[in-house]
């Protein structure tokens, strides 16, 4: 292993790694906050040692013991984003290879990064309140003092304390439930995770929960409005599990439960051991769920299995991820739909890149992260040039077979660990040590550690796309006198996916003229569309069009709910129309308090607004 330094994390890296966390939380919903105490056991890594530093953010440290004794404690300076170093002295020396459990008490703030905390107006069944966590990449320290970086992998045991009529789940296996002895009105909660996983995939949510089951071993979890249409949308969720096991290697973390949030969730989704969680703007759609849910479970094996040793090789999660997920694809539906996917996620990229600017570093597949706040570098670039690359690679190695072959090897030989780009690419050569003169052609520099476009574009297979591409051209080069020759039948040939990237090729062209769209609306009725992906695309549409009716439905759909992926855009595209870059602005303010605090600090600076 390279010797490891974390840009983003504060915590003694060289000097120990936390092996288990056991955790004891108090969810205190009326103050905002967790009452937390936590035991790291901690492995020592060298002689002499006597004081130990954590992440910590936004925490109020009550006391601090090592194997029961008083220890000594300090928070650093605070940093911007990092939050504050918690310096821990120890009452006594220890050397390499022995252990030490630390214990700290503690409080999280009301405004912990990693938490939000919904009233029940902001829920489904608007009675209870509701407590979710999103901890990836760096917020699990506003949650839980700990070497808060995906270098380190431990298990852990937890036991949550909640209002009785609330269920508590976690990213781990449920190990039952009893009163809490301390007050007859809470129920306590207790799981375990017996894999080591990194500090980013401890999750918490407590709410009015219910769930269905919707296969060997798994069920879905959600608030009971939405509950049996969940069930409905997910059940395809044994048959990828088990066409991901066939393509990398057997499931192993037990259960593979899905928990659909409340709409302020940031993400699509996001990849917490035993529990993936999901935006609802999938249950609207049609296709586009099948797609998120191959993500998160191919992140079982890229991500949480063998994991990105710092945010720097964030691709190595992604892009692997991505290509498994088209990898299902390919499996369950045809080569074809992988083929149009990678043409989609190419257009993603160029967005991408176009919205950061060709020359900006964190374009980069492998970016330098040193004070750089991973929430503000968080783009689709890791995931699409990722697979971009891989695709690539796939091509000059002889095809998806051999290629896949080589994940699958790749993830059981660093299951369990943390590897960087570099030790990812010498086993790339290892394995593929016939085709080592192939491989020394590609250009690792540019792919790597150039801003902008990759050097290589892959030819995709377009048979999909195809007609996407005529009847988005058919719109751009119509004449007002052409407009008649639109019909309904137009759109009714292409399916979801193909309906979306319809959309997209649009939106890459130069706003379409105002009768153009308003003609668009008479015939395909696109307004009533439910699909969250076709309507945020369309709507963009409209605003760039300058069409004003559709400014409040833009503006409704970027607060009704507050996945990033349309929130942001809808925002930047009101904000753009100069006529409404107030009105953008009013809005969310109005709105920014129900907004998860993520999402909020990232609209308002693409909005302009400071503090």
């Not at 999750?203 to 009971?224: D, M, N, Q, T, Y």
């Not at 720097?312 to 892009?319: I, K, S, V």
């Not at 690359?389 to 090897?409: D, R």
């Not at 409209?542 to 996945?563: D, F, I, S």
């Amino acid at each position: 292993m390279t010797p490891v330094s974390d840009p983003s994390s504060f915590s003694s890296l060289s000097k120990c790694a936390t092996k288990h966390l056991n955790l004891i939380y108090h969810v205190d919903f009326e103050r905002h906050v967790l009452k937390g105490k936590v035991a790291l056991t901690v492995e020592v890594l060298e002689d002499k040692f006597s004081s130990l530093t954590l992440d910590s953010k936004d925490l109020k440290i009550f006391k601090v013991s090592a194997n029961g004794q008083a220890a000594q404690f300090a928070l650093g300076t605070k940093h911007k984003f990092k939050g504050s170093p918690l310096e821990i002295t120890l009452p006594f020396e220890l050397s390499r290879g022995q252990h030490v459990i630390v214990e700290i008490e503690y409080e999280t703030s009301p405004s912990a990064t990693a938490l939000q905390w919904l009233t029940p107006k902001q829920t489904a069944g608007k009675k209870h309140p509701y407590l979710f966590s999103q901890c990836q990449a760096t917020h699990c320290r506003t949650m839980v003092p700990c070497q808060d970086t995906p270098s380190v992998k431990h298990t852990y045991y937890a036991q949550v304390s909640v209002p009785r009529e609330l269920v508590a789940l976690m990213s781990a296996l449920r190990d039952g439930q009893e009163p809490d002895p301390s007050d007859s009105s809470r129920v306590i909660y207790r799981f375990r995770q017996p894999v080591s996983m990194p500090s980013y995939l401890i999750a918490i949510v407590v709410g009015a929960l219910e769930s269905r089951e919707i296969g060997p071993r798994s069920r879905v979890w959600s608030e009971k409005e939405c509950v049996d249409e969940a069930a409905f949308e997910f059940s395809e969720t044994e048959t990828m599990l088990k066409t991901a096991e066939s393509l990398a290697g057997p499931y192993v973390w037990g259960q593979y439960d899905v928990l659909v949030l409340p709409p302020s969730f940031p993400y699509g989704g996001m990849e917490n051991p035993c529990l993936t969680f999901v935006t609802p703007t999938v249950l609207a759609g049609d296709r586009s769920l099948a797609g998120v849910i191959a993500h998160e479970i191919s992140h079982s094996w890229t991500g949480n299995l063998v994991t990105n040793r710092t945010w720097e090789h964030f691709w190595l999660n992604e892009g692997h991820t991505v290509y498994i997920e088209r990898m299902i694809a390919r499996c369950m539906e045809s080569e074809q739909l992988r083929q149009f996917k990678g043409i989609g996620g190419w257009k993603e990229l160029q967005e991408s890149v176009k919205q950061f600017g060709a020359n900006n570093v964190l374009t980069n597949l492998v970016p330098n992260l040193h004070e750089v706040d991973t929430d503000e570098a968080f783009s689709l670039v890791p995931y699409e040039k990722g697979f971009a690359l891989l695709y690539h690679l796939e091509e000059l190695m002889g095809g998806p077979e051999v290629f896949m072959g080589f994940v699958k090897s790749y993830i059981q030989l660093f299951a369990y660990g943390s590897v960087t780009t570099e030790e990812w690419k010498n086993y790339l050569f290892t394995y593929f040590k016939d085709k080592v003169d192939i491989l020394n052609k590609v250009d690792w520099n540019g792919w790597m550690h150039t801003p902008g476009m990759p050097p290589v574009k892959p030819q995709y297979d377009t048979t999909m796309a195809d007609a996407c591409t005529a009847l988005c051209q058919r719109w751009v080069k119509a004449k007002e006198e052409d407009l008649a020759s639109f019909t309904e039948a137009d759109v009714k040939k292409l399916n979801s996916p193909q309906l979306i990237e319809f959309m997209a090729l649009l939106l890459q062209e130069e706003p379409l003229p105002l009768s153009h769209v308003k003609k668009m609306q008479e015939v395909y009725q696109l307004n009533s569309v439910k699909n969250a992906e076709v309507r945020f695309r369309w709507l963009r549409i409209c605003v760039k069009a300058h069409w004003e009716e559709a400014v409040p439905l833009a503006l409704k759909m970027a607060t009704e709910q507050g996945r990033m992926k349309f929130t942001r855009p809808l925002f930047k595209e009101v904000y753009n129309f100069s006529k409404y870059s107030d009105e953008a602005v009013k809005t969310f303010k109005e709105h920014r308090g129900a907004l998860h605090p993520v999402t909020a600090m990232l609209v308002a600076k693409d909005l302009k607004i400071d503090g």
